[in-house]
């Protein structure tokens, strides 16, 4: 293009421009430099092509519900991820910026000089600010001179990839030097080119775009700052040095009032694509889509907004987690390069030095553990989108992948070891099937994939090495990929998947018209849950086992894994009390989540993958299980731990794992973690509500076990079938009264004694209810909160079984759902009723640690 090319950062207007408006705007050199007056904001692009002319504001009514604003902390991360790209960073607004599967740059940071001012001033460090909302993240800078926003978006629609807006406003001109490293690296494990060649491209305005160049010449990258200059660009005389690209942008303030800045990038992956004015092409496109490209942004989410699962609960933090952990699995879908569409991946953070941002790329088990979250709030197209992903890649003999890069079409993806890494993920597709059909009751859909689901079925049911009858680790690991002292042959975890797995396959089976299957399948699982009591049940600790290892007997290491059991809601394991006073316990349940081992085991270590760190994954497993197996205030805390995660680190979304001895995230944790996310949506409507589904059979069942501090709640727009319908519920005394909108939907429940009468659920309640509180501890805390190892009720008393650090004093809340009880109590002090709640407190004896106490209430 050089100094011919035509001035495409010429005069924008609100509308799209047509080619003679482009040219027009080549005449006149004022116009060129007050090219963005006309234009009420501009924003970066980054995907298939990128230009941007766009409102600066929007109306109220437009505005997503969710919103956190918070002081920028500048060694938390953010992320901003949609189907194209990503903008990875730290709360300081330093970012990395992907084009899936491309890192295009990274490092982006800015720098100020300000008129008659010779300090120079780094402006990163002076971020002051961070606003998230599902449409964008914005981080706000102050300085006594000048307050720069940067906004950035990830476009759900269209073929872009990500946007990022800059505001400033300033008391006296200065220069803003915008500096980045250019890397142009494909995401793992792709080849990447050697580092790229820059070259700057003049336009007939005096500014001018980058383009860089790569090895491979019909691949390359397009950047412009509309408005501004070339920064450092050594001559090639020179000796060979590392220096950052940069963009040198003059703001006056009385010039520039009002206006927004962009930075815009594209790249070119194919034969032709790559010359300067192909690229030049391609920015001038999207020049007029710009108004389109935000408005469909904003429509998305307020569409989305308007038709997911919504909770509205008296704890207004809970119904705000439950709504971001739909928007951040929402936002994890990304295009397959097969072009069939979008499928989960599993989380991102920034990639640093790697090509590795956290997990991008597309997990088998990750998904399929998050499909349950994603069937509760309806989204039955992202569902079936993943399981056909998931059957497009099943290997020939039926196993189910586990990953599969976004890059793994450019290399010998067969001949790594990555693909079917590990065994879990086929009986997970059996499961996370069978829950679509329960909650959609598309038998259809479920007969197209039938003979996937068939070949699944044979090479679960094929691969048992020891012939116990239970699908085993010989074709891959179960969970855990390194173990002390040696890796299990068959983990319960696997143990359980596959009688869960089996009852799931008896049912799609059915369904199909396959009763020969489905009895065999159903005998199956009978003999797996027999087999699982005889060869993991540990009499003597009132336990079950990590591992089964054939001759070389049970490895008995105390974990978390047998909760697995109670998640498709079909299967429990006979003894399990005992075991979950354990993870109730400070060994196994800290502050801040479940830890994955007890930390009296010889080999635990609080930082280590799977030796002792807490995953939000297995607080949720062990939330779920609870409930269902009546320890429901354990389950409270565990789920409310996960809730406040959502505030932690990555605004709005949930992380990956953290230490297992002292509240902090660790270091490598990936931030907007997939699955960490789900175990938000799970636990609550599938343990707190206790929601089980048949939408075939036309009956929802709830058993609920709603805080003791709630009046009532209701669930708005949850999916049954093909309907959408809300769920109310209220107290009444002794009952807690369960209404459904649609008349035709028949309410029941696994609650001894509730019944239903004249479309209303009753569901008996306890005399007096005890409800505590959750709340994470301060970073770099220990484990010091209350512990609810266990909760017996008779007629006319409650039995609680507690733990605190010796010398602490606790308190609790009771609720009377009668008058008159006279509720008293020998072990702890209850204050007065207020608004039908009375305090509870309770005082424990002095000792090292945390010392028990049994405490009886009786009316």
Not at 579 to 597: F, H, L
Request: glycine fraction near 10%; proline fraction near 5%.
């Amino acid at each position: 293009m050089d100094g011919e090319v035509r001035n495409w950062l010429g005069y924008c207007s609100m509308g799209a421009r047509s080619s003679q408006g482009w040219a027009a705007a080549e005449t006149d050199d004022n116009m060129n430099r007050g090219w963005m007056k006309s234009c009420a904001a501009v924003g970066l692009l980054l995907g298939g092509g990128m230009w941007v002319c766009a409102q600066s504001s929007e109306s109220t009514a437009s505005r997503q519900e969710l919103k956190i604003e918070r002081k920028a902390v500048a060694e938390q991360p953010f992320s901003v991820v949609g189907p194209r790209g990503a903008i990875l960073g730290q709360q300081d607004g330093t970012f990395e910026a992907w084009l899936f599967p491309w890192k295009v740059l990274s490092g982006m940071r800015m720098t100020v000089n300000m008129q008659d001012y010779p300090v120079p001033i780094a402006v990163n460090p002076l971020a002051a600010g961070i606003e998230v909302e599902p449409a964008h993240t914005t981080i706000t800078y102050s300085h006594a001179n000048f307050t720069i926003r940067q906004t950035m978006l990830a476009p759900k629609a269209g073929d872009v990839g990500v946007m990022v807006l800059y505001e400033m406003e300033a008391i006296r001109p200065m220069t803003v030097t915008f500096s980045f490293d250019p890397v142009m690296e494909r995401m793992w494990p792709a080849d990447s080119p050697p580092a790229p060649s820059p070259e700057w491209v003049s336009n007939a305005g005096g500014s001018g775009f980058y383009i860089l160049h790569v090895a491979f010449p019909d691949e390359a990258a397009a950047l412009a700052l509309p408005g501004s200059e070339a920064g450092i660009l050594p001559p090639y005389q020179e000796q060979a040095s590392v220096w950052p690209l940069q963009f040198v942008l003059h703001f006056d303030p009385q010039r520039d009032k009002g206006k927004v800045f962009p930075l815009l990038m594209t790249v070119a992956n194919s034969a032709g694509a790559a010359p300067k004015e192909a690229l030049r092409q391609k920015l001038m496109d999207l020049e007029g889509k710009t108004e389109a490209i935000r408005g469909a942004q904003r429509d998305y989410w307020a569409k989305f907004a308007a038709e997911r699962t919504e909770i509205d609960t008296p704890d207004a933090k809970l119904n705000a987690a439950f709504a971001w952990a739909e928007t951040a699995m929402d936002q994890l879908r990304v295009e397959t390069a097969d072009g069939k569409g979008e499928a989960l991946t599993a989380g991102f953070v920034a990639s640093g030095g790697s090509t590795r941002p956290g997990f991008g790329w597309f997990f088998g088990r990750d998904a399929l553990w998050s499909l349950y979250a994603v069937n509760s709030y309806g989204d039955f197209a992202t569902t079936k989108q993943e399981i056909e992903f998931l059957l497009r890649h099943q290997r020939a003999d039926g196993k189910i992948m586990h990953e599969r890069s976004q890059t793994a079409d450019l290399v010998d993806w067969a001949s790594l070891p990555y693909q079917y890494a590990a065994a879990d993920a086929t009986p997970l597709l059996l499961m996370a099937a069978n829950d679509y059909l329960k909650v959609s009751g598309d038998t259809q859909f479920v007969a197209s994939i039938w003979s996937g689901l068939e070949r699944a079925w044979n090479f679960e049911t094929t691969h048992d090495t020891d012939g116990d009858g239970i699908y085993d680790n010989s074709q891959g690991t179960g969970w855990v990929e390194s173990w002390v002292p040696t890796m299990p042959h068959q983990e319960i975890y696997l143990a359980a998947l596959d009688e869960q797995a089996s009852l799931a396959f008896a049912e799609l089976a059915r369904t199909s018209g396959h009763a020969d299957v489905a009895d065999a399948a159903r005998q199956r699982a009978a003999r797996i849950a027999k087999t699982i009591e005889g060869e993991y049940f540990l009499a003597d600790s009132q336990g079950y086992a990590f591992s089964w290892n054939g001759k070389d007997g049970v490895d008995r290491t105390e974990s978390i894994f047998p909760a697995v059991a109670w998640w498709d809601g079909t299967y429990a394991l006979d003894h399990a009390d005992p075991m979950m006073e354990r993870w109730a316990a400070s060994e196994i349940s800290t502050d801040w989540g479940t830890r994955i081992i007890s930390d009296k085991t010889s080999f635990y270590d609080p930082i280590s993958y799977h030796q002792g760190t807490v995953w939000p994954l297995y607080t949720g497993w062990v939330s779920v299980a609870e409930y269902r197996a009546g320890h429901a205030l354990s389950g409270y805390a565990h789920l409310m731990q996960n809730a406040n995660l959502t505030w932690a680190q990555d605004l709005g979304d949930v992380t990956e794992l953290l230490s297992g001895q002292f509240y902090q995230v660790l270091g490598r944790s990936t931030a907007h973690q997939l699955w960490s996310s789900a175990m938000v949506i799970s636990p609550v409507l599938r343990g707190l509500f206790g929601l089980e589904w048949n939408a075939a059979a036309g009956t929802l069942t709830v058993s609920p076990r709603l805080p003791a501090e709630w009046r009532g709640a209701t669930i708005r727009r949850l999916p049954f079938g093909a309907k959408k319908v809300d769920l109310t519920f209220e107290r009444a005394g002794r009952e807690l009264l369960v209404r459904v909108s649609d008349p035709g939907v028949k309410l029941g429940s696994r609650i001894p004694g509730a019944s239903e009468k004249n479309g209303v659920l009753h569901v008996p309640l306890r005399a007096v209810e005890v409800g505590i509180e959750q709340e994470l501890p301060e970073f770099g805390a220990e484990t010091r909160q209350l512990k609810v190892l266990g909760e017996v009720d008779s007629e006319r008393s409650i039995e609680l079984r507690l733990s605190a650090p010796g010398g602490s004093t606790q308190t609790l809340v009771v609720r009377e759902n009668a008058a008159g009880l006279k509720v008293a109590t020998g072990d702890g002090e209850l204050g007065a009723a207020q608004d039908g709640l009375r305090p509870l407190t309770v005082t424990f004896s002095q000792g090292s640690g945390y010392v028990e106490k049994t405490v009886t209430l009786r009316w």
